[in-house]
Every structure is written in structure tokens, then in C-alpha cells.
């Protein structure tokens, strides 16, 4: 699975787009890109996956650069229910197999 | 619809003692996956079923670990001899399986086991 390199922590204001980047320069053509966030004393949340497509659903965008070597989530209107850890995935795509999970972004949003 | 669910919330025992954590996924979903997490770090994987086989148990950390899921839906996470530093949060998911599509897993509330 894909190493992935994210900052470990974030800040963002109440009602601003939040943009968390995520870097995967090893990711391999066979894999996704996956975003999971974990609230505080929740189990991980699926929020979005794209292969190579900019992707967006209700709960936020993902940009996937060209050489798929990095992505950017994109929270277009951050509330402070958006508070909360953002993992970054690499992971093969069309099989069942586990998530390797890295230390994530701490996100705080702000009043 | 219900989502994957996790027994008990809560547990605690004593070292050396047995426990069993069970964990009832989301109806149809033929992928099951077990979780450990410890404070401040991210879930790691222990071990995953397709069906009623494991099919990738590596994560597992020594063989006081077993889980099984005898009729391919529930299953029961168990840990023989506890220590502990087996005290952490234990996360069930569970996904479609379903080949030629991307994998996406759901994920339980989770189990907080603190052995004394």
C-alpha cells in the first residue's frame, strides 16, 4: 500500500473552505485514494475515494493531481462538527484488504 | 439502514482473565475486519474475513489472539491471558467485497478494552 505524508495538524475558521493536503508520490496505478475522519471517541467515517477523477458528494471534494502523486480534501464550509482526525489512504483498488492507517491531520475548527 | 455494531461499549477485566469482543456487521457486507487502537495513534489492522475465512490475519500480535466468523456474518474477536498492554480501543469493519469494485469499509463504534 501507498506511504502517505500529511501535516499533523490544521486549523480552520468556522464557515472557510478547509484544505487538507496529502502526499502519496509512491502511490501505484492499481490504488485509491481513500479519506477516512475519526471524531473524537468515534470509529473512523468514510468521507470520499477517486482514483484518478476529481471526485465530490456530500461531504467534500477530493482534487487528485495529475501524476497522481498527491491530493487535496476539500471541506467547502468547515462547521466545528468537522473537528477531528483525516486520514489519507492508498489503497488497491477492487479487492477487500485491510486500510493501513498513518497518523492523520488533526483538524480544529475555530468559532 | 443499521450500521455495523459493536459488544460491549465497554469492558474491563483483570490480567490473565479471557474476553470475548463481538461485532455484528452491516447486513449483506461479506468483508469483516478487526482494528485495534491505542491512545493517539491510528487504528492497525489485526486481522480480516471473507466469508467465513480469514483471509489476512497478519496483523494479529501472538497467538492469545484468535477471532472467527462461523456463519459469515457476526464475529467474535477473543483474547486469551490478557496483559495490559492490550488495553486500547477495538474497531469491527465491514465492506461489500464485491470484486471489480473499490473496497469501501464501514466502521463500529468500537470496543474499549482496559485490562487492570
Known amino acids: 500500500d501507498a506511504k502517505t505524508t500529511q501535516p499533523p495538524s490544521m486549523d480552520c475558521a468556522e464557515g472557510r473552505a478547509a484544505n487538507l493536503p496529502c502526499n502519496h508520490s509512491?502511490?501505484?496505478?492499481?490504488?485509491?485514494v481513500y479519506w477516512y475522519r475519526q471524531i473524537h471517541s468515534q470509529g473512523p467515517q468514510y468521507i470520499i475515494h477517486?482514483?484518478?477523477n476529481n471526485e465530490t458528494n456530500e461531504m467534500a471534494s477530493l482534487i487528485i493531481t495529475e501524476d497522481r502523486k498527491s491530493s487535496t480534501l476539500i471541506l467547502p464550509h468547515a462547521t466545528l462538527r468537522d473537528t477531528a482526525v483525516y486520514y489519507c489512504?492508498?489503497?488497491?483498488?477492487?479487492?477487500?484488504?485491510?486500510?493501513?492507517f498513518g497518523s492523520g491531520t488533526r483538524l480544529s475548527i475555530r468559532p | 439502514g443499521a450500521g455495523v455494531s459493536q459488544t460491549p461499549s465497554n469492558k474491563v477485566t483483570e490480567k490473565g482473565k479471557y474476553v470475548e469482543l463481538r461485532c455484528d456487521p452491516i447486513?449483506?457486507?461479506?468483508?469483516l475486519y478487526w482494528y485495534r487502537q491505542s491512545l493517539g495513534q491510528g487504528p492497525e489492522f489485526l486481522i480480516y474475513?471473507?466469508?467465513?475465512?480469514?483471509?489476512?490475519d497478519s496483523g494479529l500480535p501472538n497467538d492469545r489472539f484468535f477471532a472467527v466468523r462461523p456463519e459469515g456474518s457476526v464475529s467474535t474477536l477473543k483474547i486469551q491471558r490478557t496483559e495490559r498492554g492490550d488495553s486500547a480501543v477495538y474497531l469491527c469493519?465491514?465492506?461489500?467485497?464485491?470484486?471489480?469494485?473499490?473496497?469501501?469499509?464501514?466502521f463500529g463504534p468500537g470496543t474499549r478494552l482496559t485490562v487492570l
Open positions: 469493519a465491514s465492506s461489500p467485497g464485491t470484486s471489480g469494485r473499490a473496497d469501501t469499509q464501514y
Open positions: 509512491t502511490i501505484s496505478g492499481n490504488e485509491y
Open positions: 477517486g482514483l484518478k
Open positions: 489512504i492508498g489503497k488497491p483498488y477492487s479487492s477487500a484488504s485491510k486500510i493501513i
Open positions: 447486513s449483506g457486507h461479506t468483508a
Open positions: 474475513f471473507q466469508g467465513t475465512g480469514a483471509a489476512d
